[in-house]
T-cell receptor, first 112, second 114 residues
Framework: SQQGEEDPQALSIQEGENATMNCSYK?????LQWYRQNSGRGLVHLIL?????REKHSGRLRVTLDTSKKSSSLLITASRAADTASYFC????????????FGTGTQLKVEL | DSGVTQTPKHLITATGQRVTLRCSPR?????VYWYQQSLDQGLQFLIQ???????AKGNILERFSAQQFPDLHSELNLSSLELGDSALYFC?????????????FGEGSRLTVL
């Protein structure tokens, strides 16, 4: 499958801790994005990183991209209970047109 | 609020029936994407339209069809429904037709086929 594979599938941490999620993919990409989904709701875009970028920050989010290893990580620092959600990576393939291919997701639970 | 509106929010129907899901993109967005989310298949890209033209196709079944109208709203038609079609169907829009940028998702239409 060309879609991203997230690791871990589920993650449970205490409020205030950092959460790290990883995404691996198998082919060349144009960009990689991270989305968040609260249970049964629509997805919300978090951050986009292009294939020529290595790291990007947005608030408490830090995303890295290693195209040689075909992997990305999403770090959420100082997590809050409100961060509880599923997190998906999504890739746009080189030459793949416009479709955004989503990974399998990581379910994050942040406990008080 | 993403600005993308999907109707209906919930739909329950029987096998063999046909349903139409509707999507209004964000004001000014020309691209509309349809995705299916189910427990066993995850988020699957179905189809994309840009300014009324089909731009990319994914794992869309022949029983499914979509179109984008001149006012840019889109409809996804699902026919000869099967139990396995039960899923959340998302519409998303973006203003970029080339290299896919950020997508704005609606809240989805939850289809239950009995």
């Amino acid at each position: 499958s060309q879609q991203g594979e997230e690791d871990p599938q589920a993650l449970s941490i205490q409020e205030g801790e950092n959460a790290t999620m990883n995404c691996s993919y198998k082919t060349s990409i144009n960009n990689l994005q991270w989305y968040r989904q609260n249970s049964g709701r629509g997805l919300v875009h978090l951050i986009l990183i292009r294939s020529n970028e290595r790291e990007k920050h947005s608030g408490r989010l830090r995303v890295t991209l290693d195209t040689s290893k075909k992997s990305s990580s999403l770090l959420i620092t100082a997590s809050r209970a409100a961060d509880t959600a599923s997190y998906f990576c999504a890739i746009t393939l080189t030459g793949g047109g416009n479709k955004l291919t989503f990974g399998t997701g990581t379910q994050l639970k942040v406990e008080l | 609020d993403s600005g993308v509106t999907q109707t209906p929010k919930h739909l329950i129907t029987a096998t063999g029936q046909r349903v139409t899901l509707r999507c209004s993109p964000r004001s000014g967005d020309l691209s509309v994407y349809w995705y299916q989310q189910s427990l066993d298949q995850g988020l699957q890209f179905l189809i994309q339209y840009y300014n009324g033209e089909e731009r990319a196709k994914g794992n869309i079944l022949e029983r499914f069809s979509a179109q984008q109208f001149p006012d840019l709203h889109s409809e996804l038609n699902l026919s000869s429904l099967e139990l396995g079609d039960s899923a959340l169907y998302f519409c998303a829009s973006s203003g970029v037709s080339g290299d896919t940028g950020e997508l704005f998702f609606g809240e989805g239409s939850r289809l239950t086929v009995l």
